[in-house]
């Protein structure tokens, strides 16, 4: 971020502090506005020919600067992100939302361009994948196939992830105040907090694993943790994906195929085709802004429209 414009660092410090965005969102867009910036100063021939890519300055960039940018450099830049840098949809349409909330800014904040010209920039379309998930049998068998001598920790995160569909980076923020009876307060997206109802699944394993969770040693910033490393600190995401891996290997399932946010599908699933869960309480209980990204575990069960059809009163007729 030290490298920006200023009017881009207002901006990042902005959509965390008063637009509340996560700290990882805001270094994607740092990393965005980065790599803009320095196209810019290709693009309008700024610098001097053959100047390396990593070497562009971009802390200097002006309001004036800024006001010549124009919609067809915006879609030049997308251009670019695809064919040189092989840039997916979504990672396109990152950049889209990130200078539409740049511009944005600038013009009704920072008032320091007279047009906004990304109003009609367009994302990419993308198209909705169907999600990843472990069947109920295979669910059963990787809890099954948990051992060794974290097994009560590893059991209960597996617990969570399977029961609570939490995000990975929900599940290494826990500390054990925040759970209170059935109740888990978790920290999502945005730094939105929501509250998840705990199962007697995991409401066990959570108990079962603090019965045996060492205390001894663990650091003053990490003793509220509820899952910790062997090294006395509060379990990193990068351990946890280990750990998953791990298992997945070990239960005889593809281990490229399923990962951490494969198991948050996995618990939606569940809940959607065995629990009869509404989608709105869906929608709640994985922490989704939007129901529409909600909506793709309705598709994923062919049985139950077959049996709507099956149950029309004509059918028989």
Not at 162 to 178: A, K, P, T
Not at 278 to 292: C, E
């Amino acid at each position: 971020m030290s490298e920006l414009p200023s009017s881009a660092k207002d901006f990042i410090i902005y959509m965390e502090a008063i637009k509340g965005n996560s700290k990882k969102t805001a270094q994607a867009y740092s990393y965005d506005l980065t790599l803009f910036f320095k196209y810019m100063k290709i693009k309008k021939n700024v610098v001097k020919e053959n100047t390396d890519f990593k070497d562009i300055r971009i802390d200097d960039i002006d309001n004036y600067f800024l006001s010549t940018i124009g919609l067809n450099d915006l879609y030049s830049f997308i251009s670019y992100s695809a064919t040189e840098r092989n840039n997916s949809n979504y990672a396109r349409a990152r950049k889209v939302a990130c200078l539409r909330s740049f511009f944005k800014y600038i013009h009704s904040k920072l008032k320091i361009i007279d047009k906004n010209p990304a109003i009609e920039l367009e994302p990419p379309k993308i198209t909705n994948k169907q999600p990843v998930y472990l069947t109920l049998d295979d669910s059963k068998s990787l809890l099954k196939n948990i051992k060794g001598v974290n097994m009560k920790r590893d059991y209960a995160i597996f617990t969570l992830f399977l029961n609570c569909g939490l995000r990975l980076s929900e599940l290494v923020s826990i500390d054990i105040d925040s759970i209170i009876g059935d109740t888990l307060k978790v920290v999502g997206k945005g730094n939105k907090e929501r509250v998840v109802y705990l199962n007697s699944a995991c409401i066990n394993a959570i108990n079962e694993y603090l019965q045996v969770r060492d205390n001894s040693g663990i650091s003053a910033d990490d003793k509220k943790a509820l899952f910790i490393s062997r090294n006395k600190r509060r379990i990193s995401p990068r351990t946890v994906q280990v750990i998953v891996k791990k298992y997945i290997k070990a239960a005889g399932l593809d281990d490229k195929k399923y990962s951490t946010h494969k198991l948050r599908h996995t618990a939606a699933t569940l809940m959607y085709k065995h629990g009869n869960v509404d989608i709105r309480a869906l929608q709640q209980i994985l922490g989704h802004k939007s129901v529409a990204t909600t909506q793709i575990y309705t598709h994923i069960d062919d049985e139950r429209l077959r049996q709507a059809i099956k149950s029309n009163p004509l059918s028989n007729e």
